[in-house]
């Protein structure tokens, strides 16, 4: 008897599962791994006082008023645990509530490699500090502090007790008239009982109603209203030219060390890298990794992608299937070299927001942006790969029109090109660089590397087409992608097998906790 199960958006028929192409039994782990963490953040609440009162150098942890369960905001990868304090308002800052943000173990891969958790809460952090003191005008949350689980944990300087606060400022002043380095404006400040951390946290500013809505609340409804568009795209200019006026060293994740100063030294985590080692698919990329070739990083992100074909269990579903991906990835090896021009090889890097979709963006009633959250992937990328958003005509990335998505490109890039008025001397123009990216193609060859799932349909109807318009048959190329091809073909049509036979045995029976997600 075939039992409906759980996933994290709700119940799932068998039916529906065995369709679909991401690993569904993977994910039906997550539901009572869920129960399992949030039950035991539950435990946590009176240490949740503790961090609370401790980052903003409250008087007593009792003023810290911690919501149910029920409140809590659950995303993809996080969970933001309101809270509310008593006789505080933060100059900052309107209303008095804050939240702690838990990265979720069972999303980010921290089994299959420990320490994904903290490298998460360290880039976010990174990202923070970075965009405060380079991007002021961006709007973001505040971050008061954060911690890791080892239970190092660090205060923004404002917010140190009194005696702390003098000595860093005096130290920070006295560093930079000697012309030496200055920390990041996050102090080591460790928290009381850090034997009790287990998990570690940002403690960030919460956005009231009177500070915005989600855009996507809105999109759907309005994206046809081109005066709101119009104040959309004019902010969303504003913003990317903010970010291209500081050029970086190379491509990596700003993250802050222990001694509190920010160093970009950390792999560009972008959510694909936590995504597939989630399910056990090795990225071979170190955390301390960075690139200064643009060769070297999209040739290791595509890497990705065949990690992905040779280790996901469900990633073909049969010897077809298999044959075009394994000649889709042949192909891309030998597209990306010549796609990127050689101008740009050695930057300059750009700071950029990679996972910058609608619910990550609050706007005002007429659409003006009055805050980006949930800054976790943001890193340094090439420059040719800062993204547009590819929601622009609300379709998904492997089902974007071209010739729609153009026209909302191109009202895009003519507010681009007033904004970039206010901006003389800037080298290179970025709205030539987007209009070059768009006419070479590189603007789908980032989004399919972008995109494990969807890099197979996007070659085929936007990368392909880009050099040769007829249609070719690329299954011979399968043979040049890996040695003893057909063995491998036949292994993947097998475990492709194995998943089918495993998934349906999941739907027979109840779910129970496996001792995995016990651990």
């Known amino acids: ?22 690993n569904v039994l993977h994910q039906l782990g997550y539901f009572d791994q869920r129960a399992l963490f949030f039950s035991r953040l539950n435990e946590k609440v009176p240490w949740m006082k503790r961090i609370v009162a401790h980052h903003l150098n409250l008087g007593s942890p009792q003023q810290c008023h911690v919501a149910g369960s029920e409140d809590w905001i659950h995303g993809s990868f996080n969970v933001c645990v309101p809270i509310r304090i008593d006789n505080w308002c933060h100059r900052k800052q309107p209303g008095h509530r804050v939240m702690l943000r838990f990265p979720l173990p069972y999303r980010l891969g921290e089994t299959f490699n420990p320490g994904n958790c903290n490298e998460k809460l360290r880039c976010e952090a990174g990202t923070y500090a970075w965009l405060r003191q380079n991007c002021p005008n961006i709007p973001i949350p505040q971050l008061y502090g954060f911690g890791v689980s080892t239970g190092e944990s660090f205060t923004q300087i404002e917010n140190l007790p009194f005696f702390t606060r003098s000595f860093n400022a005096l130290r920070r002043w006295c560093l930079s008239v000697a012309g030496l380095e200055v920390p990041s404006c996050y102090a080591l400040h460790n928290r009381p009982e850090p034997h ?143 796609s990127f021009s050689r101008e740009f090889h050695r930057g300059p890097f750009t700071f950029s927001f990679t996972d910058l979709h609608q619910s990550n963006i609050f706007v005002d009633s007429n659409w003006n942006i009055t805050c980006l959250v949930d800054l976790e992937w943001a890193c340094s990328r090439p420059i040719e790969m800062i993204e547009l958003p590819y929601w622009l005509t609300g379709k998904g990335v492997d089902e974007i029109d071209a010739g729609e998505y153009d026209v909302r490109r191109r009202e895009l890039m003519d507010i681009l090109v007033l904004e970039e008025k206010n901006c003389p001397g800037m080298v290179p123009r970025l709205s030539d660089v987007f209009e070059k990216t768009w006419a070479k193609g590189i603007f789908w060859i980032t989004l399919g590397l972008s995109s494990p799932s969807g890099l197979f349909t996007i070659f085929k109807d936007h990368i392909c087409p880009g050099f040769y318009s007829d249609q070719i048959d690329i299954g011979d190329i399968a043979f040049f992608w890996t040695k003893d091809a057909p063995n491998f073909i036949a292994d993947k049509v097998a475990d492709k097998k194995d998943y089918d036979h495993d998934l349906q045995l999941a739907f027979t029976s109840p779910q129970t906790l496996s001792p995995a997600s016990l651990s």
């Open 196 to 338: 009790q951390a287990e998990v570690g946290y940002l403690l960030i500013q919460y956005i009231e109603e009177s500070q915005g809505t989600m855009l996507s609340n809105t999109w759907l409804d309005n994206q046809l209203d081109s005066t709101l568009r119009t104040n959309f795209f004019r902010g969303l200019s504003q913003i990317l030219l903010t970010l291209h006026q500081t050029s970086l060293s190379g491509i990596g994740s700003f993250v802050i060390d222990d001694k509190g100063y920010l160093r970009l030294n950390n792999r560009p985590l972008t959510m694909e890298i936590h995504m597939l080692e989630n399910e056990a698919i090795p990225t071979d990329i170190s955390r301390n990794y960075t690139y200064s070739t643009v060769d070297a990083y999209t040739g290791d992100l595509l890497r990705i992608h065949d990690s992905r074909l040779r280790h996901q269990p469900n990633a073909v579903n049969n010897v077809d299937d298999c044959s075009t991906q394994m000649s889709t990835l042949a192909v891309m090896r030998g597209i990306l070299p010549i």
């Open 1 to 22: 008897m075939l039992q409906q199960q759980h996933l994290l958006t709700g119940l799932i028929t068998y039916s529906i599962a065995k369709e679909r192409e991401d």
